[in-house]
Nanobody
Framework: QVQLVESGGGVVQAGGSLRLSCTAS????????VGWFRQIPGKVRGFVAT????????LYENSVKGRFTVSRDNNKNTVWLQMDSLKPEDTGAYYC???????????????????WGQGTQVTVSS
């Protein structure tokens, strides 16, 4: 079992940047694919980005492509979500999730992931 803790959320003006962290404990983090999801007010929680367990492949939701970057350092048990050119519509609660996976596996569905963090709030003001 792995425990996930997100951090780095906050309030930022439109056009600004934030870097979210997802830090894991309890297991070898390099065995896990990790995804980022967000809960935008009034909408269901949706996929943002995902990264393979080794960090070699990533996948992004269309609205964040070119603005968000997911990366990881398994020696630090941490996955980051670098968010640039933020827009008010990026406002929401951001969650990281993890699941043991093969080297090529990534997931875009919530149901694919087994472990979740508690979330961190991102607010982008206009």
């Amino acid at each position: 079992q792995v425990q996930l803790v997100e951090s780095g959320g906050g309030v930022v003006q439109a056009g600004g940047s934030l870097r979210l962290s997802c830090t894991a404990s309890g297991q070898t983090f390099g065995d896990y694919a990790v995804g980022w999801f967000r809960q935008i007010p009034g909408k269901v929680r949706g996929f943002v980005a995902t990264i393979t367990r080794g960090g070699g492949s990533t996948l992004y939701e269309n609205s964040v492509k070119g603005r968000f970057t997911v990366s990881r350092d398994n020696n630090k048990n941490t996955v980051w979500l670098q968010m640039d050119s933020l827009k008010p519509e990026d406002t929401g609660a951001y969650y990281c999730a993890a699941r043991t996976a093969t080297a090529q596996d990534v997931g875009v569905l919530e149901t694919w992931y087994r472990y979740w963090g508690q979330g961190t709030q991102v607010t982008v003001s206009s």
